[in-house]
């Protein structure tokens, strides 16, 4: 038990440093009168930021992006959720798999992909109806706030229905089945019974959207500055990267509310999701959800639910893959086809800056994740298993930077490092990126952690073996599956880190998601493209090396 006690100790002042150092030093640097100078205390920079003319339009648009966002992914969530679990539409397994793959989409490739096909100028797909209807001008503008909105819908719509497709499942078929004998229809049984008992998994998923969209930069980047559309993510961005002089004050300032904000939605969503047992409506074995027949619908249904998994799949990958080859962007034709050639490419692997950012993204996306995945281990090992207020408070540190935006929590460890060597180095992005993600590292950890029997551990103990000695040889190959999902998760994320990366990356330390960023601002779609397929193709090497490694230790300890 002591030797417990340490390592709870331990882990509560590791976890409580990457939590919360970059908040208490973004609340200190929001007084101080420049950067990296602690000699005294100043409101000035909350006057200059909270009196900018401007502040009202932003925080209007950042409302609209989030409810818009939120409405959007939760929507299609439950649509999803719905047929692929309660309908008889065909191929659900593959539409199952097909809801959760856009997570491996880095955020900004699909905003590209989205900012090649519909931008006003020379969008693919507005050229095409314009030459097909004979228009002037494009009908589509995605450098908008509805065209910001429909692709982070798109971009959360996995979390939403990692949420909802598991409450859908669980739903019992005799309150339906009631209904249905009352005289109900389908439709009235879904939205008088179905959606009301669901509404703590909705509510829950709108404000995780909600909370994502608010910390979100790769839509508001890519799509937003073009058409001068500020929200608190590029509106701080903009605070510490134009202008003569970089003012991290203001931005700490403005970057308070964003922290408060996502802090008090993400309390709100685990009270929801915690509230959501009162409204548990099965227990015991043998249940089995009904299933829905939808008759004439079914087939019109299931190309629906086709065409909008190509969109989120299929289409950004072919666009940008098409993208890769060409001079500049046009409509696919003869002559397009007939101008590819591989010089984005030669041009990127040659490019020294793109090297060097592959190099900087592989380093941080092995050897993050794998750091990261140890610390992980470590933290829901102690939140699992060793039960202590101490304990809870390493569990609540842990949950607690999920709810800070990549951006502002980038800004608060700026004012730290600018105090220390780590300054200005990759260092400081893996610092940086393990705080932030940490917490997709222990979930799949501590859902693992709950299979194992406590009596496994005991016979260590009984056999004279440490609390070490134990997790090395009795729980860590017992946590393979949960190991390659934390790892594979914290990997892809570190590799399409973004947000957190362009405030805290400097020239030597240029990470793949800042340089396709640098080249969107340029308008060098091709080296983007060939650059955005690289990366594409680095992660899902990782994922699929990894799976193989986890199976074949698996397939070891089986036999063992």
């Not at 609340?27 to 950067?35: A, H, N, Q, V, W």
């Not at 946590?479 to 957190?500: C, D, H, K, N, Y």
Request: hydrophobic residues 55%; charged residues 10%.
């Amino acid at each position: 038990m002591p030797q417990r006690g340490n390592l709870t100790l331990h882990l509560v002042v590791i976890v409580g440093f990457l939590t919360l150092c970059p908040v208490l030093m973004l609340l200190l640097g929001s007084f101080m009168e420049g950067f990296g100078e602690f000699n005294g205390l100043t409101v000035q920079k909350y006057v200059t930021a909270y009196t900018d003319p401007g502040l009202q339009e932003m925080f209007v648009n950042t409302l609209i992006f989030t409810l818009g966002s939120a409405t959007v992914a939760t929507t299609l969530a439950l649509f999803l959720a719905y047929m692929n679990t309660r309908t008889n539409i065909p191929f659900k397994f593959a539409f199952k798999v097909i809801s959760i793959v856009p997570m491996m989409i880095p955020h900004i490739l699909f905003c590209v992909s989205w900012a090649l096909l519909l931008n006003p100028s020379n969008g693919i797909l507005n050229k095409l109806f314009m030459d097909l209807f004979g228009l002037e001008n494009a009908p589509f503008n995605i450098y908008s706030l509805w065209g910001m909105i429909m692709v982070e819908g798109l971009l959360d719509l996995p979390i939403a229905y990692l949420i909802l497709a598991p409450a859908m499942q669980s739903f019992d078929v005799s309150l339906e089945e009631s209904s249905k004998v009352c005289g109900a229809t389908n439709w009235k049984t879904l939205f008088r019974i179905t959606l009301p008992v669901l509404r703590p998994a909705i509510l829950a998923a709108i404000i995780l959207v909600i909370v994502r969209s608010l910390a979100s930069f790769a839509a508001p980047s890519v799509l937003g500055i073009p058409g001068r559309i500020y929200v608190l993510p590029t509106h701080i961005y903009r605070m510490i990267s134009t202008g003569f002089s970089a003012d991290y004050g203001q931005a700490a300032a403005i970057g308070m509310s964003a922290l408060a904000a996502s802090i008090v939605l993400i309390y709100l969503y685990r009270y929801l999701t915690s509230e959501s047992s009162r409204y548990v409506t099965i227990s015991g074995r043998g249940f089995k959800p009904s299933v829905i027949d939808l008759k004439q619908y079914k087939y019109p249904l299931f190309t629906l639910v086709g065409v909008l998994s190509f969109v989120l799949i299929v289409l950004p990958i072919i666009v940008l893959l098409y993208a890769s080859f060409l001079p500049y962007i046009m409509v696919p034709s003869l002559k397009a086809f007939s101008m590819m050639s591989l010089q984005n490419w030669n041009e990127v692997l040659s490019d020294p800056i793109s090297l060097l950012s592959l190099k900087n993204s592989l380093m941080l996306g092995i050897g993050g994740a794998t750091l990261g995945v140890m610390l992980s281990i470590l933290v829901a090992y102690v939140i699992v298993k060793v039960r202590t207020k101490l304990s809870g408070v390493l569990e609540s540190l842990s949950f607690l930077s999920f709810s800070f935006p990549g951006i502002v929590v980038g800004v608060g460890f700026m004012w730290f490092f600018v105090q220390t060597p780590l300054y200005g180095t990759i260092w400081a992005l893996l610092i940086g990126y393990i705080a932030t993600y940490l917490p997709y590292g222990i979930r799949p950890m501590s859902s693992a952690f709950v299979q194992i029997h406590a009596s496994l551990e005991e016979s260590s103990r009984v056999s004279g073996a440490g609390a070490f000695t134990t997790m090395k040889r009795i729980v860590v190959p017992l946590l393979i599956p949960g190991i390659v999902s934390g790892w594979i998760l914290m990997a892809t994320m570190f590799v399409r880190e973004l947000t957190l990366s362009v405030v805290l990356s400097r020239p030597g330390s240029e990470v793949l998601a800042v340089q396709i960023l640098r080249f969107s601002e340029d308008g060098l779609w091709g080296q983007l493209s060939a650059l955005g397929i690289i990366m594409i193709v680095i992660s899902s090497t990782l994922v699929v090396v990894v799976t193989w490694i986890g199976n074949h230790f698996s397939g070891m300890n089986v036999k063992g």
